[in-house]
């Protein structure tokens, strides 16, 4: 099969090429540096540019797509905010619009979002695909990137499915990759509270589900990707403290927090407590449903 992928330069995306290649699929990677590709993700890796994805002659079997400029490492100011909705709302837009001028007509587009859908759930209910978002620019941003991929349907006739992701584990990048540095120096410690929850998934399992919603043709909609075990950021704390061996007595209060990252920093401060109840529905086994046993596998 030939899929096409966005971002599939990045911590997941990578992950996921290098899954499809072992099982002999061929790939190739929207990017804004095709140059760069192959030397990242080594040989037997094609790559385009965004607007020369309709000069693309081959089928397109399915497409992935999960480009979007980084959520928290910087403050959220006005022209920040811009570019997380460009790199991912039109990004999307003009991926599908590309996509119809090369007359493709991939079977299935799965596409990118977040648990940032839900926003800032203070309380410690379990959310899943139906619960009530609390209105914010993460959940403004997620569903309007949900309702770009959905355009999919309309004019490619592909099954879409959303991927509400929550915080990735895996070794080498994402979420951990920041946190670690001070818990290694014995420095770690719960976010303000420790109350917030935080749904979070090993990698590994992130590719899976990603490949079992590619292969399961009924699958379609909206999807939780998330471990179905969240923990509040007082019991992640513990744990990654204890996998790490290290104390994690200190606290990281809010208003520093707040300081550096400014409105971002609602993401580590407030959490949601997500369920991913339709992919467990679907049939989808966890290899990593534990944390602790996740952040062994990681560490
Ligand atoms: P990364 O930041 O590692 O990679 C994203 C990719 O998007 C990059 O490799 C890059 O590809 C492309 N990209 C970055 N900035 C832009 C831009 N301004 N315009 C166009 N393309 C851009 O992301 P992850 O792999 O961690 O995540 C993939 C998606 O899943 C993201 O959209 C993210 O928001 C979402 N997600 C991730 C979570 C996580 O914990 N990792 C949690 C929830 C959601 P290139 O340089 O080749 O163009």
Same mark, same amino acid.
């Given at each position: 099969?030939?899929?096409?992928?966005?971002?599939?330069?990045?911590?997941?995306?990578? #992950?996921?090429? +290098?899954?499809?290649?072992?099982?002999? +699929?061929?790939?190739?990677?929207?990017? &804004?540096? *095709?140059?760069?590709?192959? %030397?990242?993700?080594?040989?037997?890796?094609?790559?385009?540019?965004?607007?020369?994805?309709?000069?693309?002659?081959?089928?397109?079997?399915?497409?992935?797509?999960?480009?979007?400029?980084?959520?928290?490492?910087? &403050?959220?100011?006005?022209? &920040?905010?811009?570019?997380?909705?460009?790199?991912?709302?039109?990004?999307?837009?003009?991926?599908?619009?590309?996509?119809?001028?090369?007359?493709?007509? *991939?079977?299935?587009?799965?596409?990118?979002?977040?648990?940032?859908?839900?926003?800032? +759930?203070?309380?410690?209910?379990?959310?899943?695909?139906?619960?009530?978002?609390?209105?914010?620019?993460? +959940?403004?941003?997620?569903?309007?990137?949900?309702?770009?991929?959905?355009?999919?349907?309309? #004019?490619? %006739?592909?099954?879409?499915?959303?991927? #509400?992701?929550?915080?990735?584990?895996?070794?080498? !990048?994402?979420?951990?990759?920041?946190?670690?540095?001070?818990?290694?120096?014995?420095?770690?410690?719960?976010?303000?509270?420790?109350?917030?929850?935080?749904?979070?998934?090993?990698?590994?399992?992130?590719?899976?589900?990603? &490949?079992?919603?590619?292969?399961?043709?009924?699958?379609?909609?909206?999807?939780?990707?998330?471990?179905?075990?969240?923990?509040?950021?007082?019991?992640?704390? $513990?744990?990654? !403290?204890?996998?790490?061996?290290? *104390?994690?007595?200190?606290?990281?209060?809010?208003?520093?927090?707040?300081?550096?990252? %400014?409105?971002?920093?609602?993401?580590?401060? $407030?959490?949601?407590?997500?369920?991913?109840?339709?992919?467990?529905?679907?049939?989808?086994?966890?290899?990593?449903?534990?944390?602790?046993?996740?952040?062994?596998?990681?560490?």
């Amino acid at each position: 099969m030939h899929y096409l992928m966005t971002g599939g330069t990045g911590f997941i995306g990578s #992950r996921l090429v +290098h899954s499809l290649l072992e099982d002999n +699929h061929k790939v190739t990677v929207v990017s &804004r540096s *095709p140059e760069k590709v192959m %030397g990242l993700l080594g040989p037997g890796v094609n790559a385009v540019s965004l607007n020369d994805v309709n000069l693309i002659k081959e089928p397109i079997d399915g497409v992935i797509n999960l480009a979007g400029e980084p959520i928290v490492d910087k &403050r959220w100011n006005a022209q &920040r905010k811009k570019l997380l909705r460009e790199s991912r709302i039109d990004f999307t837009e003009q991926l599908i619009e590309q996509l119809v001028m090369a007359d493709a007509r *991939p079977a299935f587009f799965i596409s990118g979002s977040a648990i940032g859908f839900y926003g800032s +759930h203070e309380g410690g209910a379990p959310l899943n695909e139906k619960s009530n978002p609390v209105i914010g620019f993460t +959940h403004d941003l997620c569903r309007d990137w949900e309702a770009a991929a959905l355009e999919a349907q309309k #004019r490619l %006739g592909s099954r879409v499915c959303l991927l #509400r992701t929550g915080v990735v584990l895996g070794a080498g !990048g994402g979420a951990l990759a920041k946190m670690l540095p001070p818990f290694k120096f014995g420095l770690g410690g719960a976010i303000g509270s420790g109350e917030q929850w935080m749904s979070w998934i090993h990698l590994e399992d992130e590719v899976a589900a990603i &490949r079992f919603l590619m292969v399961h043709e009924t699958l379609v909609g909206v999807f939780n990707v998330t471990s179905p075990n969240a923990v509040t950021n007082k019991v992640f704390t $513990k744990t990654l !403290g204890a996998v790490l061996d290290k *104390p994690t007595w200190l606290t990281v209060p809010e208003f520093m927090l707040s300081l550096m990252l %400014g409105e971002a920093s609602e993401l580590l401060v $407030k959490g949601q407590r997500v369920y991913p109840a339709c992919l467990l529905d679907a049939g989808f086994e966890f290899t990593y449903p534990g944390l602790e046993e996740a952040l062994h596998s990681v560490l």
